[in-house]
């Protein structure tokens, strides 16, 4: 079985896009396109693609970026949780709205939790913001992984294991030099370690 996510026009402007799934099973047929998250007349969603995740087992996860507003820092990251059958209610990852909001990833492990992350503008900084869901819960409360003096210069590459452990990878400038950074999610404590450096210096990896 598959899932795809998509952004659609419906209209003509950027006022009218929404989120919008779908589901391939066994059968070969793709099934009814479901909306994920349909925005306000007002709010135009930034041209950021979504992203989706399924396991084994056909629990699955999706993040996407939408607007709150017109204004730059009108961004928003959500995200919708699939349990097999049905998708949730889609719910907001970040307390509130951020500029630089972009490049949503997610992954799930073999139980249905799912690991997401994204890059947002932070206290003028833009940063690697990470969040967690457990099954029968909600989503955590975002966490800053990447290092707090540093700009992140695109986007962020997530993986989840099996068991929950993740790994997150991202480029941003040390003293000025662009530099490859990666951090892990620890499953059992349920935390990040600390952004190491996994390139080597002064090669401005992309």
């Given at each position: 079985n598959a899932i795809a996510t998509w952004i659609r026009e419906q209209s003509s402007g950027p006022t009218s896009r929404l989120t919008q799934a779908s589901r391939l099973t066994a059968t070969g047929l793709w099934g009814q396109a479901l909306n994920l998250f349909a925005p306000?007349?007002?709010?135009?969603?930034?041209?950021?693609?979504?992203?989706?995740?399924?396991?084994?087992?056909?629990?699955?996860?999706?993040?996407?970026?939408?607007?709150?507003?017109?204004?730059?820092?009108?961004?928003?990251?959500?995200?919708?949780i699939f349990n097999g059958a049905t998708w949730s209610t889609a719910v907001n990852l970040m307390p509130a709205s951020a500029a630089n909001s972009r490049s949503p990833r997610v992954d799930v492990d073999g139980d249905g939790n799912a690991v997401a992350a994204w890059v947002q503008a932070v206290d003028g900084l833009t940063v690697v913001r990470a969040a967690r869901y457990q099954?029968?819960?909600?989503?955590?409360?975002?966490?800053?992984?990447?290092?707090?003096?540093?700009?992140?210069?695109?986007?962020?590459?997530?993986?989840?294991?099996?068991?929950?452990?993740?790994?997150?990878?991202?480029?941003?400038?040390?003293?000025?030099?662009?530099?490859?950074?990666?951090?892990?999610?620890?499953?059992?404590?349920?935390?990040?370690?600390?952004?190491?450096?996994?390139?080597?210096?002064?090669?401005?990896?992309?």
């Open positions: 306000a007349a007002v709010a135009a969603v930034p041209f950021e693609t979504s992203d989706v995740a399924l396991n084994a087992a056909g629990r699955g996860a999706a993040v996407w970026v939408r607007a709150t507003g017109s204004a730059p820092a009108d961004q928003m990251v959500q995200g919708a099954v029968g819960a909600a989503w955590s409360a975002p966490v800053t992984i990447s290092v707090s003096d540093e700009n992140v210069l695109e986007g962020v590459t997530l993986g989840v294991d099996d068991t929950g452990n993740a790994v997150a990878v991202w480029t941003a400038t040390a003293g000025g030099v662009p530099t490859l950074r990666a951090a892990q999610f620890d499953e059992v404590t349920g935390t990040w370690s600390g952004a190491v450096s996994v390139g080597a210096a002064g090669r401005s990896p992309s």
